[in-house]
């Protein structure tokens, strides 16, 4: 299985694009399962890509039985309204943040809390270990089912077109945008921005328009996303990690005999770790590239963020909200938060 290359991922959009608008719109013959697949992230990020790879390998291993479209770009809706899709069962499968899945899944939050993970090895151990199965226990208590593995979105990065964000006092007035997810908006807000939520599929133009001074996600989206193209700064901030639960509406899933379920869930677990990887080898190239884009970049000192959050109350509050099994949860994989 090749690694997405930096490369192809910042030059391959108009391909990748392309393909799945074609794969989405060309009707296909209808199989004994025709399920949807959408998802907010623009067509050549890594998980669109495996995403696409695994809906031909579950399509030939089923022998047609099977098939899969993938819906990328928000081309569906926002993802509160995909998010309400996929429970009534509109979409068979969303690929989903967890910050923005604790619109329902309260708990879902926790993976998202500010400076949680230190590093990747903790990240894995938490979502791949007790944290993960605490999760997708209370997301199975809604009407969706988180396939096993969760997918890589990466360490959350700061970018601006007004002032680089080098302390928490660059904060202050700052309006950044933020997703419709509860513990992005207590921490920001808590950090003393300006705080406006508004849906992926908007952050484009409200970045171009200069509703919202900034933003803040992972570079792999900053780069498929093209944020570079109207931001000026990036502060590496690594303020939380974020990662997408891959969801199945539960009637759409359970239609499935046991054996294509298997099928299905092999290829998409097997994807999430294919794309984990290749997040993993971009992490490692993106700042260059996005820096010849004209991004320029800045290496903040987050003690003084930290430590912000803290004296705003940010972990008492959440540790209150998300109880003390979720707590146990993270704190087993993480040692000590707060
Ligand atoms: O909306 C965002 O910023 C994104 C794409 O990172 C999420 O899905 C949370």
Same mark, same amino acid.
């Given at each position: 299985m090749t690694s997405i290359s930096r490369r192809n991922l910042l030059v391959a959009s108009g391909a990748a694009a392309a393909s799945l608008v074609?794969?989405?719109?060309?009707?296909?013959?209808?199989?004994?399962?025709?399920?949807?697949?959408?998802?907010?992230?623009?067509?050549?990020?890594?998980?669109?890509?495996?995403?696409?790879?695994?809906?031909?390998?579950?399509?030939?291993?089923?022998?047609?039985?099977?098939?899969?479209?993938?819906? /990328?770009?928000?081309? %569906?809706?926002?993802?509160?309204?995909?998010?309400?899709?996929?429970?009534?069962?509109?979409?068979?499968?969303?690929?989903?943040?967890?910050?923005?899945?604790?619109?329902?899944? /309260?708990?879902?939050?926790? =993976? &998202?809390?500010?400076?949680?993970?230190?590093?990747y090895e903790a990240v894995w151990r938490a979502m791949d270990g007790s944290l993960g199965t605490y999760v997708r226990e209370q997301i199975?208590?809604?009407?969706?089912?988180?396939?096993?593995?969760?997918?890589?979105? &990466?360490?959350?990065?700061?970018?601006?077109?007004?002032?680089?964000?080098?302390?928490?006092?660059?904060?202050?007035?700052?309006?950044?945008?933020? &997703?419709?997810?509860?513990?992005?908006?207590?921490?920001?807000?808590? %950090?003393?921005?300006?705080? =406006?939520?508004?849906?992926?599929?908007? %952050?484009?133009?409200?970045?171009?328009?200069?509703?919202?001074?900034?933003?803040?996600?992972?570079?792999?989206?900053?780069?498929?996303?093209?944020?570079?193209?109207?931001?000026?700064?990036?502060?590496? =901030?690594?303020?939380?990690?974020?990662?997408?639960?891959?969801?199945?509406?539960?009637?759409?899933?359970?239609?499935?005999?046991? /054996?294509?379920?298997?099928?299905?869930?092999?290829?998409?677990?097997?994807?999430?770790?294919?794309?984990?990887?290749?997040?993993?080898?971009?992490?490692?190239?993106?700042?260059?590239?996005?820096?010849?884009?004209?991004?320029?970049?800045?290496?903040?000192?987050?003690?003084?963020?930290?430590?912000?959050?803290?004296?705003?109350?940010?972990?008492?509050?959440?540790?209150?909200?998300?109880?003390?099994?979720?707590?146990?949860?993270?704190?087993?994989?993480?040692?000590? %938060?707060?």
């Amino acid at each position: 299985m090749t690694s997405i290359s930096r490369r192809n991922l910042l030059v391959a959009s108009g391909a990748a694009a392309a393909s799945l608008v074609l794969g989405s719109r060309v009707a296909a013959a209808p199989s004994e399962y025709s399920y949807k697949f959408a998802n907010n992230l623009p067509a050549a990020h890594p998980m669109n890509v495996r995403a696409t790879e695994a809906a031909a390998k579950i399509k030939a291993e089923t022998g047609g039985r099977v098939t899969l479209q993938i819906f /990328p770009n928000g081309q %569906l809706g926002s993802d509160t309204d995909m998010l309400s899709q996929v429970r009534t069962g509109a979409i068979d499968f969303l690929s989903l943040s967890g910050l923005i899945l604790a619109t329902l899944v /309260p708990s879902a939050s926790i =993976t &998202g809390l500010g400076f949680a993970f230190p590093n990747y090895e903790a990240v894995w151990r938490a979502m791949d270990g007790s944290l993960g199965t605490y999760v997708r226990e209370q997301i199975a208590k809604t009407n969706l089912v988180a396939m096993d593995k969760i997918w890589d979105s &990466g360490f959350r990065q700061i970018t601006s077109s007004t002032r680089p964000i080098q302390a928490p006092a660059d904060l202050k007035g700052f309006k950044i945008r933020i &997703g419709p997810a509860p513990v992005f908006i207590s921490m920001f807000k808590g %950090l003393g921005a300006g705080v =406006t939520p508004i849906n992926f599929d908007q %952050l484009y133009t409200a970045l171009q328009t200069k509703i919202v001074d900034g933003q803040e996600n992972p570079l792999s989206i900053i780069a498929t996303a093209k944020f570079y193209e109207i931001q000026k700064f990036c502060s590496m =901030t690594n303020h939380a990690w974020d990662g997408f639960w891959l969801l199945a509406n539960k009637s759409a899933w359970e239609k499935l005999p046991a /054996p294509l379920r298997d099928i299905v869930a092999k290829h998409i677990n097997a994807a999430a770790l294919a794309e984990r990887a290749d997040l993993a080898v971009l992490n490692g190239n993106l700042r260059t590239e996005l820096s010849g884009k004209g991004l320029k970049f800045y290496e903040p000192n987050v003690q003084p963020f930290r430590d912000a959050l803290r004296e705003a109350g940010f972990y008492g509050y959440w540790r209150k909200s998300l109880g003390e099994e979720a707590w146990a949860a993270l704190e087993k994989s993480i040692g000590k %938060l707060g």
